[in-house]
């Protein structure tokens, strides 16, 4: 057991600690490293879960009432001789996004990366609270299986969505749901758990544990943007728990918040979900953004370009983040003139969005670009990010969102976020920091293939579904061809399946890099990027505790290529106390 | 792949794929100089041997430069977003001569009802029909929209209306179409099994011809009413097309 002791000088200090045992020391761990490659196993396994679905998914909707492959696997309440069943379908739908947003993405954003880069890049040896630390990582676990095993409950998973709209997700008698849509709550509420403590910790070792010199403007943005998202996770997730509890007592002991038959009202429940809901997504998109500042930063060996902008567009679109909830709510019959006001919010926090875009590609600027796998997601990221965001307008504009609310139009600009977006830049991280979690590199080679086959094959599945959505199909449909103005969209459908068949195994090229890199891959350095932020400054990977001595720091995060430093392109953040920086040019 | 709408058939039609046309304008060039700039920068500025990064930490004007062409354009297009917006969706939009009709969703058909000759609904003289909505073109239609059970949504593509319609409610919801054909009823929000097989059928008629129609549903229901009626009235289609 390791402890940490204050100094005089203030400077924390770890003490030696004997020697732990393999359960203590890996499966119910408080070191913050762990806990954090804890979570990416984890979130990479429900990676995978939501990815199959997604199969299944695009099976039905290529070759609609068609026999899956080993459809006889599946029990004749999901698949009789193998064809999916209508009621399969929704439980599909709504089990992809609740794995993707909340197992996946917001635990490979928060779980993994919080937790591993926060002590690391402010210079403390372990977050402020440990064993909270590890007890988040422990209620994320049964929260999955709970969700998992819905399936296998009769009535089969929730079929309501991963909104889950009320009446529908409370009675039993519309859905066809009954267990699975409780557990489904269940889950959520004790992720939603995970996640509040998983903040807690993160905010007070930001706010209280920076090394010396680690000013808040000299901390990289990759913090920043953890500690805004920790944030809008404890202000919003509290939210949903509550929405979620009177949910389940609307469904198990006779309330009626929600069911307008006993006098409940139901646009209640979409008004707590997206009170909730947007700053999620929010959550699901600022993490991404701060590894992408510095990945491009150290690929293009230059600082980061308008720092304090990014700051500031990062506070700005949390803050925003939640005034914009009813825009998900325009046609919802929600009193017209609350359109009118969510519309103003939403058009403004498009902005701060096209801030950070145009500083990415100051960034990229007169560079030195290096294109290694970690810089091609990032480059990737704000590719595929910006037509997501500019399909966000089109949205925005209340009017216009009469015609593509619920329709494939939002189905593609959610996936050109959270998956161009999101995802991409979690590509990035991992292949960045791999290294420095395992102490080996992942294959650079095979890197840069996975890149290239997911860029055109994940453009290939989702771009045609702008197309999909403007010509009027909505979301959500088990089988478009009963209506005339979807009638021509059958080879589109076909050509999107096909595709993400493609994406979806070029994704065992990413996964067979990582395991075997991860025992067989080239032994890593302390610093292969040359990186300047505090985590470079220690081996791959660090000692329990992360440094004999707290670093002190002298420069900001961000300083490639200073003209006062000449013997090397970078300045690592605890040396060089001569040099001024930023740099007087 | 076709980046356009379906047929604009509605006379506020226009003013929403205005909109879409502007946003299509504008977000096309933004997506054309960013996407642009990026592969140019990728090229232009591959490390070469030799080579140092400029070092610079941003540039004020630029920040400002880049904050208000953005902020004006959005600015720009919620003032005149908020102004159609009011004019479809707004509380008292609908146009006072507009026919009524009554909708309601249910799992999984949508059950209209007319308001017959008085053009007054809920008088003695309304009548309904399943998964069938006719309305006469060249007149505002407002709708009161209700569910009785979850939450549905009354989507025309071609009218560019859609309204959810919420169990507890009933929501006003107007559309003029500009011409006469057979269109659809589709379900724009999740309702349980039979989501994707909620449709009706939209049979929009010349004016006159309208008439005529309303003339035969009534007489036929008186008929089917006397006991000894001759006439059958078939008011039901299979769910759709």
Redesign the interface.
């Given at each position: 057991m390791a402890t940490i002791v204050a100094e005089p000088t203030g400077v924390p200090v770890v003490e030696e600690h004997h020697e732990m045992s393999f359960i203590r020391k890996y499966i119910f761990s408080s070191d913050h490293k762990v806990i954090g490659i804890q979570f990416l196993f984890l979130s990479l396994f429900f990676l995978l879960m939501g990815g199959l679905l997604a199969m299944l998914m695009r099976w039905q909707l290529a070759w609609p009432g068609r026999p899956m492959p080993f459809g006889g696997l599946f029990p004749e309440t999901m698949a009789p001789d193998g064809i999916m069943l209508p009621e399969f379908y929704i439980s599909l739908v709504t089990m992809h996004g609740t794995f993707m947003v909340f197992f996946a993405i917001m635990l490979l954003l928060v779980g993994v990366f919080a937790n591993y880069l926060i002590p690391l890049q402010i210079g403390a040896p372990d977050m402020a609270f440990p064993r909270l630390n590890m007890l988040s990582f422990w209620t994320a676990v049964p929260a999955g299986l709970i969700a998992l095993a819905s399936f296998a409950v009769e009535g089969g998973a929730a079929g309501a969505g991963w909104t889950s709209y009320a009446p529908l997700s409370a009675m039993p008698e519309y859905s066809g749901v009954s267990m699975g849509q409780q557990m489904w709550i269940v889950s959520l509420v004790l992720l939603g758990l995970s996640s509040i403590l998983g903040s807690t910790n993160y905010i007070t070792t930001v706010i209280n544990m920076r090394a010396p010199g680690m000013t808040w403007m000299r901390m990289p943005l990759t913090v920043w943007a953890l500690f805004v998202t920790a944030i809008l996770g404890l202000l919003a997730m509290p939210v949903l728990s509550g929405g979620l509890i009177m949910l389940l007592f609307d469904q198990t002991i006779g309330t009626h918040f929600f069911l307008a038959e006993t006098g409940g009202q139901p646009l209640l429940w979409q008004h707590l979900f997206w009170f909730f809901g947007h700053p999620e997504v929010y959550i699901l998109i600022l993490p991404a953004m701060g590894f992408v500042s510095e990945i491009l930063a150290v690929g293009s060996r230059k600082p980061v370009f308008g720092y304090k902008a990014m700051v500031g567009a990062i506070v700005a679109i949390a803050v925003l983040g939640f005034m914009v909830w009813g825009h998900h709510m325009f046609q919802s019959g929600m009193n017209p003139l609350l359109g009118t006001s969510f519309m103003v919010s939403t058009l403004v926090i498009a902005v701060p969005s096209a801030i950070k875009t145009f500083n990415w590609m100051g960034t990229m600027w007169r560079g030195n670009l290096h294109f290694h796998t970690p810089m091609l997601f990032a480059i990737g990221f704000v590719m595929l990010f910006v037509i997501g965001g500019l399909s966000g307008i089109f949205m925005a504009s209340a009017p216009f969102d009469i015609f593509i609310h619920d329709t494939y139009f939002i189905v593609a600009h959610i996936h050109y976020v959270l998956f161009g977006g999101a995802l991409f830049a979690i590509f990035a991280a991992i292949y960045y920091w791999f290294p420095k979690m395992f102490g080996r590199m992942m294959n650079d080679r095979w890197g840069k293939i996975h890149f290239a086959l997911t860029f055109i094959f994940f453009n290939l599945v989702f771009f045609p579904m702008h197309t999909q959505g403007l010509a009027g199909m909505m979301r959500r449909l088990y089988d478009t061809s009963g209506y005339t103005h979807t009638a021509d969209l059958q080879g589109t459908h076909l050509l999107i399946t096909i595709s993400a068949f493609a994406l979806f195994a070029t994704g065992a090229i990413f996964a067979i890099n990582f395991f075997w890199s991860m025992f067989k891959g080239e032994k890593a350095p302390p610093n292969p990027w040359n990186a300047t932020s505090l985590e470079w400054q220690t081996p791959s990977p660090p000692r329990h505790g992360n440094w004999e001595q707290a670093p002190v720091v002298y420069h900001g995060p961000h300083e490639y290529s200073h003209p006062d430093v000449t013997d090397k392109d970078w300045l690592a953040q605890n040396e060089r106390p001569d040099v001024v920086s930023p740099a007087r040019h | 792949?076709?980046?356009?709408?379906?047929e604009n058939i509605a006379t506020y039609g226009g003013?929403?794929d205005a909109?879409?046309w502007v946003?299509t304008v504008?977000?096309g060039i933004?997506?054309v100089l960013?996407?642009v700039?990026?592969i140019w920068?990728?090229i232009k500025?591959?490390?070469?041997e030799g080579?140092?990064?400029?070092?610079?930490?941003?540039?004020k004007s630029?920040?400002i430069l880049?904050?208000a062409v953005?902020?004006l354009a959005?600015?720009a297009?919620?003032l005149y977003?908020?102004s159609?917006?009011?004019q479809?969706?707004?509380?008292n939009s609908a146009p006072s001569e507009s026919l009524h009709i009554a909708v309601s969703a249910k799992?999984f058909e949508w059950n209209v009802t007319y308001a017959g000759a008085d053009e007054v609904l809920g008088t003695s003289d309304d009548f309904s029909t399943r998964n069938q909505l006719h309305f006469p073109a060249h007149r505002p239609i407002l709708v009161w929209l209700e569910s009785e059970?979850?939450?549905h949504?009354f989507?025309i593509?071609?009218l560019?209306?859609?309204?959810?319609?919420?169990?507890?409610?009933t929501?006003p919801v107007w559309f003029e179409a500009t011409k006469a054909g057979d269109?659809?009823i589709?379900?724009?929000?999740?309702?349980?099994?039979?989501?994707?097989?909620m449709?009706a059928r939209v049979k929009i008629y010349e004016p006159a011809a309208y008439e005529v129609w309303v003339e035969e549903q009534i007489a036929a229901r008186e008929a089917s009413a006397e006991p000894t009626a001759l006439a059958t009235v078939n008011e039901h289609s299979a769910g759709?097309?």
């Amino acid at each position: 057991m390791a402890t940490i002791v204050a100094e005089p000088t203030g400077v924390p200090v770890v003490e030696e600690h004997h020697e732990m045992s393999f359960i203590r020391k890996y499966i119910f761990s408080s070191d913050h490293k762990v806990i954090g490659i804890q979570f990416l196993f984890l979130s990479l396994f429900f990676l995978l879960m939501g990815g199959l679905l997604a199969m299944l998914m695009r099976w039905q909707l290529a070759w609609p009432g068609r026999p899956m492959p080993f459809g006889g696997l599946f029990p004749e309440t999901m698949a009789p001789d193998g064809i999916m069943l209508p009621e399969f379908y929704i439980s599909l739908v709504t089990m992809h996004g609740t794995f993707m947003v909340f197992f996946a993405i917001m635990l490979l954003l928060v779980g993994v990366f919080a937790n591993y880069l926060i002590p690391l890049q402010i210079g403390a040896p372990d977050m402020a609270f440990p064993r909270l630390n590890m007890l988040s990582f422990w209620t994320a676990v049964p929260a999955g299986l709970i969700a998992l095993a819905s399936f296998a409950v009769e009535g089969g998973a929730a079929g309501a969505g991963w909104t889950s709209y009320a009446p529908l997700s409370a009675m039993p008698e519309y859905s066809g749901v009954s267990m699975g849509q409780q557990m489904w709550i269940v889950s959520l509420v004790l992720l939603g758990l995970s996640s509040i403590l998983g903040s807690t910790n993160y905010i007070t070792t930001v706010i209280n544990m920076r090394a010396p010199g680690m000013t808040w403007m000299r901390m990289p943005l990759t913090v920043w943007a953890l500690f805004v998202t920790a944030i809008l996770g404890l202000l919003a997730m509290p939210v949903l728990s509550g929405g979620l509890i009177m949910l389940l007592f609307d469904q198990t002991i006779g309330t009626h918040f929600f069911l307008a038959e006993t006098g409940g009202q139901p646009l209640l429940w979409q008004h707590l979900f997206w009170f909730f809901g947007h700053p999620e997504v929010y959550i699901l998109i600022l993490p991404a953004m701060g590894f992408v500042s510095e990945i491009l930063a150290v690929g293009s060996r230059k600082p980061v370009f308008g720092y304090k902008a990014m700051v500031g567009a990062i506070v700005a679109i949390a803050v925003l983040g939640f005034m914009v909830w009813g825009h998900h709510m325009f046609q919802s019959g929600m009193n017209p003139l609350l359109g009118t006001s969510f519309m103003v919010s939403t058009l403004v926090i498009a902005v701060p969005s096209a801030i950070k875009t145009f500083n990415w590609m100051g960034t990229m600027w007169r560079g030195n670009l290096h294109f290694h796998t970690p810089m091609l997601f990032a480059i990737g990221f704000v590719m595929l990010f910006v037509i997501g965001g500019l399909s966000g307008i089109f949205m925005a504009s209340a009017p216009f969102d009469i015609f593509i609310h619920d329709t494939y139009f939002i189905v593609a600009h959610i996936h050109y976020v959270l998956f161009g977006g999101a995802l991409f830049a979690i590509f990035a991280a991992i292949y960045y920091w791999f290294p420095k979690m395992f102490g080996r590199m992942m294959n650079d080679r095979w890197g840069k293939i996975h890149f290239a086959l997911t860029f055109i094959f994940f453009n290939l599945v989702f771009f045609p579904m702008h197309t999909q959505g403007l010509a009027g199909m909505m979301r959500r449909l088990y089988d478009t061809s009963g209506y005339t103005h979807t009638a021509d969209l059958q080879g589109t459908h076909l050509l999107i399946t096909i595709s993400a068949f493609a994406l979806f195994a070029t994704g065992a090229i990413f996964a067979i890099n990582f395991f075997w890199s991860m025992f067989k891959g080239e032994k890593a350095p302390p610093n292969p990027w040359n990186a300047t932020s505090l985590e470079w400054q220690t081996p791959s990977p660090p000692r329990h505790g992360n440094w004999e001595q707290a670093p002190v720091v002298y420069h900001g995060p961000h300083e490639y290529s200073h003209p006062d430093v000449t013997d090397k392109d970078w300045l690592a953040q605890n040396e060089r106390p001569d040099v001024v920086s930023p740099a007087r040019h | 792949m076709n980046w356009s709408l379906p047929e604009n058939i509605a006379t506020y039609g226009g003013k929403i794929d205005a909109i879409f046309w502007v946003i299509t304008v504008v977000t096309g060039i933004a997506f054309v100089l960013v996407e642009v700039g990026i592969i140019w920068f990728c090229i232009k500025y591959r490390r070469r041997e030799g080579q140092r990064a400029f070092y610079t930490h941003g540039s004020k004007s630029l920040e400002i430069l880049w904050t208000a062409v953005p902020a004006l354009a959005m600015v720009a297009l919620g003032l005149y977003s908020a102004s159609v917006w009011a004019q479809i969706k707004g509380r008292n939009s609908a146009p006072s001569e507009s026919l009524h009709i009554a909708v309601s969703a249910k799992q999984f058909e949508w059950n209209v009802t007319y308001a017959g000759a008085d053009e007054v609904l809920g008088t003695s003289d309304d009548f309904s029909t399943r998964n069938q909505l006719h309305f006469p073109a060249h007149r505002p239609i407002l709708v009161w929209l209700e569910s009785e059970d979850v939450l549905h949504s009354f989507f025309i593509p071609q009218l560019r209306v859609k309204q959810d319609a919420v169990p507890g409610m009933t929501i006003p919801v107007w559309f003029e179409a500009t011409k006469a054909g057979d269109y659809q009823i589709g379900c724009a929000e999740l309702c349980g099994l039979g989501h994707y097989r909620m449709r009706a059928r939209v049979k929009i008629y010349e004016p006159a011809a309208y008439e005529v129609w309303v003339e035969e549903q009534i007489a036929a229901r008186e008929a089917s009413a006397e006991p000894t009626a001759l006439a059958t009235v078939n008011e039901h289609s299979a769910g759709g097309m």
